[in-house]
């Protein structure tokens, strides 16, 4: 894919809940903040930049959550882009607070949940959030609780769909009884496939499927990584990096899956968005997805 040509809508197209087209390969903010999701960017300008390349690369989904920051993603994404153009949808996520680098807990408590919307927002700069998915569900609180809260935003039009993450089926299809469900956010990639079963479920019902974590976190570009060299011989093989060799299996892999890739890099970002056009013989991938053998 020349710099001419690169555009996110080589990916194709999804439609979230049925109305709400986006192209396939959006970004994830994550690691737009510091370390551990944690502090501001160790670039704030190079930070604003991914964004609005992100939008130039023809990006219409941007994920991002209160707890990236926490706050500081949302901030940054509502400073840089609003106005937001036309058929851009930013996602968000409440439901999990921060108490430093990597530590979290989670909180589905009704009060706290509307306050998170709210916040979140304001924060954006919005007046409805297209996407708002519960972070995680929190044990300790009923899940009518923590849907009754986000189905009362829903019927107030401040949220148009809801999501969940890190879910099992049983789990889904206990929170449609309460509220409709559009996405699921689970860790998935090449070479973490412990969510196949999920899916699976939300392939047969049409619900989109965010990967998250969708290279492994960098794991699989070492050289002490079982799945390394034959991935990296087959990246080569189509002048492409693993990273872009995973993000295009995912695009491959169902047409339920909207790859999330995060970066805080313009350089990787572009990298990241080429891979949508990445084409792969059907024995190659077969051999990939033999080499990058899932996690138990």
Known sequence: MTPQTLSAAASGTFRIGGDLPVRRLGYGTMR?????????PANPEEAKRVLRRAVELGVTLIDTADAYGPEIAERIIGETLAPFPQGLVIATKGGVTRQGPAKT????????????????????????IDLYQLHRIDSRTPLEESLGALSLMRQQGKIRHIGLSEVTPNE????QKIVPIVSVQNRYSLTDRRHEKTLAWCEERG????????????????????AAAALARLADGHGASVAQLSIAWLLRRSPVILPIPGTSKVVHLEENIAAAGLKLSDEEWAEAEAAATPQD
């Open 207 to 226: 619900i989109g499927f965010l990967p998250w974590y969708p290279i492994a976190g960098g794991k699989i570009f070492r050289p002490d990584h079982p």
């Open 105 to 128: 807990e989670y909180v589905g408590r009704a009060g706290y949940l509307i306050q998170c919307v709210e916040m979140s927002l304001r924060r954006l700069k919005l007046e409805r």
């Open 172 to 175: 889904i299809e206990e929170a």
């Open 32 to 40: 737009l903040v510091g370390e551990g999701a944690w502090g501001e």
